[in-house]
């Protein structure tokens, strides 16, 4: 959940390295680092508890050299402290090797899970450890190795042998200022392609004002990287080969587009963002959807008779939502499960069984670990990623990119959205297969072409939703319920009050709030509920008026307005075609929890401890 940056080439490390961690710090910001050497030789270090704004506030301007490594951190190990911050070093900051200080610099991404019994045997054989962090154990590792004459990567080899766990590293040696060695396993690490220079980070947003021309590694897969190029190579020392890859997306796409923060940009970014994940997927001569990543024929979708989905948080929220579509389009059982619990059970691979796994990033921890598991048992798995090249993408069967695009803010939306979208298109494409009517496809592939302008209207009410919101916003809480395809997106609508406003929030379904929850209600926790004018009507009527009854309070969510008996406050939506509806439902809790948030004065891109991508278990 860290980002790391590098840079080896004729010019100063340090602006890149500056300008990379602020790109990189949605992936966490409790601390901050950078290392850098040259020709000269020597390790200059400047690390602290804080933002990179702090770290760059320390750095002087003699603080200089053309290879170097930074770090913005997410604790895992050790709390926030300059001295746990990274990158960490093999000896004493500022004193030369020879008089005990560093030559080997390190920064890590991800958990040693041995990193206790290796300490202890470094400690007895003089090591001298300045943090709680399980990182600096590298440092004295690959310095061991160092000493006895081994070329760095060599060093980084044996080192890695010895340890048990996730990482994503890069090193350099003040000994060897020629290159810097990374490596990877199960934490994300991608070289970038220079004239005459060359990059490394954990995420692409820190490269594309430098170079488009990416290499992603592969688990296992380390790099030696110069000035004029790279090498990759296996921890038994076997090269492999890497071609390059270009990125789609241009520097503007990692910018705040001139909103207030990068939250806002994305929910408004949505209406394009849907349409992107459309693009050239509706087929309306058949009335059915074009996914011709899947990698499966239309005989082989017919021997499917169960889909599982798995995702991690809001990704999870989108998979039950998928799940809903998929029974009620395709009518094939369909259940969304939590990728980190799904490993843990021992769960039983069935070869009629579709698996979909769900990430905005394609590399968090839990659901890659999942998709390793059903391949490892003979499972099919299609992933529904965003980050071209990514793990999960790469380590699926087949699968749909969302085309969404970056997405910076911790809080998902715009990927939220594709990903209920792309679900809807695979629902399509199950159906039409199955027993969906052609009258019925047309209908859905109507209301997908709908999407972008219906949600265009909702945006359209912002303002509207930031006086409401700033009016609930000091409640002591909040309920969401829903009832069948409301439930999930009040699961989500409650994730992103509580994850970006730290409001406490509560999804339950509707149907149940009698069964126990009732009890909370009062004048002080006001409920949102989800009221679609479908089948459901009127059951949701009842159920805000056993709400009033209570001196609770309500903000309804609705294609009409309920009497005023029953709301208090009510956001209007356009109505799309029942099983869509949950799409759009969902925009006005967005614009909710984002305006609540600010009304609070929150830090609504970076919550407090969250990071984007979920890179350790």
Not at 472 to 484: C, K, N, Q, T
């Amino acid at each position: 959940m860290c980002g790391i940056v590098a840079y080896i080439g004729p010019k100063d490390a340090t602006p890149f390295l500056l300008e990379g961690l602020a790109r990189l710090e949605y992936r966490g910001y409790d601390s901050a680092g950078v290392a850098v050497t040259g020709r000269t030789g020597g390790l200059k270090v400047r690390k602290v508890k804080g933002r990179v704004a702090d770290l760059a506030a320390v750095v002087p301007a003699r603080f200089k050299g053309t290879t170097g490594i930074g770090h913005t951190r997410w604790a895992t190990h050790g709390v926030p402290s300059d001295a746990n911050a990274h990158p960490h070093l093999d000896g004493a900051m500022g004193v030369p090797p020879a008089e005990g200080g560093g030559r080997i610099a390190v920064v890590h991404n991800g958990i040693i899970e041995n990193a206790d019994e290796l300490r202890a045997k470094l400690a007895a054989d003089g090591a001298v450890f300045r943090s709680e962090t399980d990182t600096e154990v590298l440092a004295h590792l690959i310095a061991a190795h160092a000493a006895e004459g081994a070329e760095l990567e060599d060093a980084v080899r044996a080192a890695l042998g010895k340890v048990v766990g996730t990482y994503g590293i890069a090193v350099v040696d003040a000994e060897q200022p020629d290159r810097i060695v990374v490596a990877r396993n199960g934490s994300p690490i991608v070289l970038g392609i220079g004239e005459k220079e060359m990059f490394a980070a954990s995420d692409v947003s820190a490269l594309v004002r430098y170079t488009r021309q990416v290499v992603h590694l592969e688990d296992g897969e380390l790099a030696t990287v110069r000035a004029d190029g790279f090498r990759t190579f296996t921890e038994d020392a076997r090269t492999t080969h890497r071609q390059p890859s270009t990125v789609d997306w241009e520097i503007d796409s990692y910018d705040t587009g001139g909103y207030e923060h990068y939250l806002l940009k994305e929910i408004h970014e949505q209406p394009g963002s849907v349409e992107r994940t459309l693009s050239g997927r509706l087929d309306e001569r058949f009335a059915t959807a074009h996914l011709g990543g899947l990698n499966l024929d239309a005989r082989e979708l017919r021997e499917i008779r169960r889909v599982k989905i798995l995702g991690c948080g809001s990704a999870y929220y989108a998979g039950e939502m998928g799940a809903q579509l998929i029974e009620e389009l395709a009518r094939i059982p369909a259940h969304s499960e939590p990728a980190s619990e799904f490993r843990y059970r021992n769960p039983v691979i069935e070869a009629d069984t579709l698996y979909v796994a769900v990430s905005q990033s394609g590399e968090t921890y839990d659901t890659l670990a999942a998709v390793q598991e059903i391949k490892r048992k003979g499972g099919r798995v299609l992933g529904v990623v965003n980050t071209v090249g990514s793990a999960i993408a790469r380590e699926c069967d087949g699968g749909i990119y969302l085309h969404a695009g970056p997405e910076i803010s911790v809080a998902s939306t715009k990927a939220f959205t594709s990903t209920v979208v792309a679900f809807a298109l695979l629902a399509l494409h199950f159906g039409r297969i199955h027993d969906l009517s052609p009258a019925d496809g047309r209908r859905i592939v109507a209301g997908l072409k709908a999407l972008p302008g219906q949600i265009r209207e909702i945006l359209d009410q912002s303002e509207a939703i930031a006086e409401l919101a700033a009016g609930y916003a000091d409640s002591e809480g909040m309920m969401f319920i829903g009832r069948v395809r409301g439930y999930p997106v009040a699961r989500e609508g409650a994730q992103k009050l509580k994850e970006i406003s730290y409001v406490h929030a509560e999804a339950y379904p509707a149907s149940e709030l009698k069964h126990g929850p009732l009890a909370l209600i009062s004048p002080e926790l006001p409920t949102v509920a989800l009221v679609p004018d479908d089948e459901l009507l009127d059951k949701n009527l009842t159920t805000l008026g056993e709400i009033k009854a209570r001196s609770g309070r309500v903000v309804a969510i609705a294609h009409r307005r309920p009497e005023a008996k029953l709301a208090d406050h009510c956001i209007l939506v356009p109505k799309s075609e029942p099983e869509l509806d949950p799409l759009l439902l969902n925009i006005p809790l967005q614009l909710l929890a984002y305006h609540a948030a600010v009304a609070l004065k929150r830090d609504v891109d970076k919550p407090r401890n969250l990071a984007k991508s979920v890179t350790v278990e």
